[in-house]
């Protein structure tokens, strides 16, 4: 069984920036990252890193966030910088394991970006 519990939330003005974490407890995986539902919106793949490094980025995010991991500390990161409105959401942690390829979530934390 994975847990998952994500960090870093909150209410930040447009421009700003925010570090989101997630910590992972359980088995080994194959990868993480960072999906988000903003008001009336699906849920949407913000960005994804694999356990060799290989990353993946929405097209709305390339070049103001940053995915990262610490396998050491089984956490993955998520730097938002040049936050825009249209970035508030709740930001999910999401985890697939690396044998049988289950997918975990975690509660979500709150970004809210103000103009």
């Known amino acids: 069984q994975v847990r998952l519990v994500e960090s870093g939330g909150g209410l930040v003005q447009a421009g700003g920036s925010l570090r989101l974490s997630c910590a992972a407890s359980g088995s080994v995986l194959n990868a993480m990252g960072w999906y988000r539902q903003g008001p009336g919106k699906q849920r949407e793949l913000v960005a994804t890193i694999t356990r060799g490094g290989s990353t993946n980025y929405a097209d709305s995010v390339k070049g103001r966030f940053t995915i990262s991991s610490d396998n050491a500390k089984n956490t993955v990161y998520l730097q938002m910088n040049s936050l825009k409105p249209e970035d508030t959401a709740v930001y999910y942690c999401?985890?697939?394991?690396?044998?049988?390829?289950?997918?975990?979530w975690g509660q979500g934390t709150l970004v809210t970006v103000s103009s």
């Open positions: 999401n985890a697939e394991g690396l044998v049988l390829r289950r997918i975990y």
